[in-house]
């Protein structure tokens, strides 16, 4: 069974459109997030929540948008897809917020 | 500089010990971590050190972590091909939500 499972794995699409990737973590953990991984390998995370609650959110654009509906879920809408916003994507989930993370395999969005 | 900082790439021969280093800004966490991503795939937990120990070994891996000059380092004995990844170090930095990875340093392995 997948502890961390994200969907599509990977994701083809033109400038201004609105893509959604879903997440989903049967570990009942009660903290998930999202990374974004450049070109460069470098990891940066986007947002975190715990328990269906935003704890983090670290400078990203209003065009994403994440959403829990509950906290084995946590989903990413993107709006008016931009070039930049090319990069592989990583759902995790952990515990507690400073505890081991489980990745999920990453969503490879490409924007052309 | 940036709060977590790796060097980008290290090149070992096969049966050679790797050393990956990090050093990072701050940290209040209670653990500190090394993980792996092999090509095309997620990031998996390798190790962790608790930050009130100064070594930790697992079988042939190796973490030190100097607290003092907030300095972690990875050791690999008998590096094999399959050792060749990405290896990232991850660590709180002044949250409890936040967990900051590095980088990343390539860890090529040459039979």
């Known amino acids: 069974d997948t502890a961390v499972s994200q969907t599509p794995k990977y994701l083809v699409t033109q400038m201004g459109n609105d893509k959604s990737i879903k997440c989903e973590q049967n570990l009942g953990h009660d903290t998930m997030y999202w990374y974004k991984q450049d070109s460069k390998k470098f990891l940066k995370i986007m947002f975190s929540y715990n328990n269906k609650e935003l704890i983090i959110n670290e400078t990203v654009p209003n065009r994403f948008s994440p959403k829990s509906p509950d906290k084995a879920h946590l989903n990413l809408h993107i709006n008016s897809l931009e070039l930049g916003d090319s990069a592989v994507y990583f759902c995790?989930?952990?515990?507690?917020?400073?505890?081991?993370?489980?990745f999920g395999q990453g969503t490879r969005l490409t924007v052309v | 500089g940036e709060d977590v900082e790796q060097s980008l790439f290290l090149s070992v021969r096969e049966g050679d010990s790797s050393v990956i280093n990090c050093t990072y800004t701050?940290?209040?966490?209670?653990?500190l971590y090394w993980y792996k991503q092999e090509p095309g795939a997620g990031l998996q937990l390798l190790t962790y050190i608790f930050s009130n120990m100064d070594m930790k070994q697992d079988q042939r891996l190796t973490v030190l972590l100097n607290k003092k000059d907030k300095h972690l380092s990875l050791r690999i004995a008998d590096t094999q091909t399959g050792d060749s990844a990405i290896y990232f170090c991850?660590?709180?930095?002044?949250?409890?939500?936040?967990?900051?990875f590095g980088i990343g340093t390539k860890l090529q392995v040459i039979p």
């Open positions: 701050d940290s209040s966490s209670t653990y």
């Open positions: 995790a989930s952990s515990l507690r917020g400073d505890t081991e993370a489980f």
């Open positions: 991850a660590v709180n930095l002044g949250g409890y939500q936040k967990v900051t």
